[in-house]
């Protein structure tokens, strides 16, 4: 009689934990389809801003959402500290999923992370994909901006990393000088970091990081 009785409790018990395991893994035979799907599945790491995780709490933090250009930002209500998704297309129909995340309270700071959801399971392949930009090249691309302003100081660069709909390149900038120094562009499953000066551009200047 005990035992029977103790069933009901048990049954809730265990649909407590399933439903408490829902926000970091999706069912075997239903795979990711939108960027919204990857965002609710995303480990909270990736989403500093939030102080309780839930999936309520990441629904009232999204700002911009476009499914079909495979593109979502959520963050705070001042923007001062947010993160953006997007997906770039791999050749075997999979996705690579983007996620910058970008803290503004005085001078900007960004990060890029690049990673592949399978098997319920995130893999970090940023550097495996990424090129790195050399430092002198940098530099090589500052100057300009620098002789044209030449009582600003200065300072050591710091990157910015814009990502834009459709997955098709990712924007880098410097926020010191607001210089759009290039792009990390997508093809053939891997990214080729073309400068502003191979892209043909006179060196563009942001009014202000976004």
């Known amino acids: 009689m005990s035992c029977n009785s103790s069933n009901p409790w048990l049954a809730m018990l265990v649909l407590f934990l399933l439903t408490g395991s829902s926000m970091t893994q999706i069912p075997g035979d239903r795979r990711p389809k939108s960027i919204l799907d990857y965002y609710f599945l995303l480990p909270p790491k990736y989403l500093p801003y939030l102080t309780a995780d839930s999936r309520p ?36 129909g999979s996705d690579l999923i983007a996620v910058e995340n970008r803290s503004c309270p005085a001078a900007c700071s960004s990060s890029l992370n690049l990673l592949l959801y399978a098997n319920n399971q995130w893999t970090e392949v940023t550097h495996d994909l990424l090129p790195a930009i050399d430092a002198s090249k940098i530099q090589a691309l500052l100057q300009r901006q620098y002789r044209n302003r030449p009582n600003e100081p200065i300072r050591q660069p710091q990157l910015i990393y814009t990502l834009r709909k459709r997955g098709e390149s990712i924007e880098v900038n410097e926020h010191w000088s607001g210089m759009i120094l290039g792009a990390f562009e997508w093809a053939n499953d891997a990214f080729t970091f073309k400068s502003e000066e191979a892209m043909g551009s006179n060196y563009r200047v942001l009014a202000a990081t976004e």
């Open 57 to 92: 709490a990441r629904e009232a933090a999204i700002q911009i959402k476009d499914l079909d250009g495979g593109f979502l930002k959520s963050g705070l209500a001042t923007d001062e500290v947010s993160t953006a998704l997007a997906l770039f297309k791999k050749s075997d």
